[in-house]
């Protein structure tokens, strides 16, 4: 694999240091034992994340505004930045999603060679802000819209808050009984999931709290057929990141 320019903003040197120290083969044994779910505490290097921290904190007068609120009654609250915002403002985020020893291991742990999202997918990478009262997502899948399995990569940037990422295992799987499970994803923290595997959901916030995650996305495959890819637009209209953005987002970038 090799070292392409666009990993070269954020050095990927320790971050690879790092990960050589993982012992990848428990982690995927994990992983495949939770039906393609795990969590990692303590996963990106403290110069790793002071660099993601910095490059957003410093950014932050010019990404706050840029945050994008959504209300579904019933379902969802929260602020969403999408990827596009990100690539104009905050470019240590696109470098972070890029880095290819970021993908190596997630390919270790997947256990198959992943795919970067087109240019066309606002939700590639995002930051969901929960900084309201009640704000939360309820249960769902991250249902992949591609032709092949869609994997969702968050990481814990700040995390001032109750929230916890609720989530059940094996969920539709009818031979077995489903595995409840908890987490709150502090900085640093990467969670590895199967989109269409892990039924979760994000419980509410309390007045006064903040929670920020990043959320990256992988493919298998990056066939989509054109009608799944307007509902998928729509969604991501709808539930995060508005119609301007989606729509006008690629040209605007
Ligand atoms: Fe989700």
């Keep these: 694999m090799t070292q392409t320019a666009a990993a070269a903003p954020l050095a990927t040197d320790p971050l ?23 969590a990692v505490p303590d996963f990106l290097p403290a110069a790793e994340l002071d660099a993601l921290l910095d490059a957003r904190l410093g950014e932050l007068p010019a990404l706050e505004p840029r945050v994008h609120r959504n209300f579904i009654p019933g ?8 990827r596009y915002e990100l690539d104009a403002h905050a470019p240590a985020f696109p470098a972070f999603y890029r880095s290819q020893a970021l993908l190596a291991f997630l390919q270790h742990l997947a256990g198959r060679p992943l795919l970067h999202c087109p240019p066309d997918d606002p939700h590639t990478y995002a930051l969901y802000y929960y900084t309201e009262a009640g704000d939360h997502i309820g249960w769902h899948y991250d249902t992949s819209y591609y032709k092949g399995e869609r994997y969702t990569v968050l990481l814990g940037l700040e995390d001032h808050s109750s929230c916890k990422l609720e989530y059940e295992l094996f969920h539709d799987d009818a031979t077995r009984a489903a595995v409840p499970g908890a987490v709150s994803i502090t900085p640093g923290m990467l969670v590895v999931f199967n989109g269409d595997k892990l039924w979760h959901r994000v419980t509410p916030s309390a007045a006064g709290e ?31 990141f508005g119609f301007r953005q989606v729509f006008s987002g690629p040209r605007r970038s």
């Excluded at 790092?18 to 393609?36: K, N, P, W, Y």
């Excluded at 990043?214 to 890819?229: D, I, K, N, Q, V």
């Design 16 to 38: 690879r240091d790092h990960l050589a120290g993982i012992d990848l083969a428990a982690l995927r044994e994990t992983f495949v034992a939770q039906g393609e779910f795990v």
């Design 75 to 82: 379902h969802k609250k929260g602020g969403s930045v999408s």
């Design 210 to 240: 903040r929670r920020v995650v990043l959320t990256l996305e992988y493919l298998t495959s990056l066939g989509m057929h054109p009608l799944r890819r307007f509902v998928s637009n729509m969604k991501d209209a709808i539930a995060y």
